[in-house]
């Protein structure tokens, strides 16, 4: 698993690159026909700042993206979408 971490000057841009990367993924999955469920993780700290924006979550929603949400410090799952 890696956890994105949006670290960059612009979180539009960072956001982009992911979803082109989970886009990408997600096809080649589809095109092996894998069944895995696939997921970009994102840290609470970014999820809270971030993916609660309501353009991020139509995006989220519009690439039907599902989100695993990880408490870094605690090295837990909190929330899966």
Do not use: P
């Amino acid at each position: 698993m890696e956890v994105k971490s949006f670290l960059g000057r612009s979180f539009a841009r960072e956001f982009q690159s992911a979803l082109g990367q989970y886009q990408v993924y997600q096809g080649l999955l589809e095109a092996l026909n894998v069944s895995d469920t696939l997921y970009l993780a994102v840290s609470d700290t970014v999820y809270r700042r971030f993916f609660q924006q309501t353009a991020y979550q139509l995006l989220v929603e519009r690439f039907q993206m599902r989100l695993l949400v990880v408490d870094i410090e605690n090295e837990k799952v909190i929330l899966w979408t």
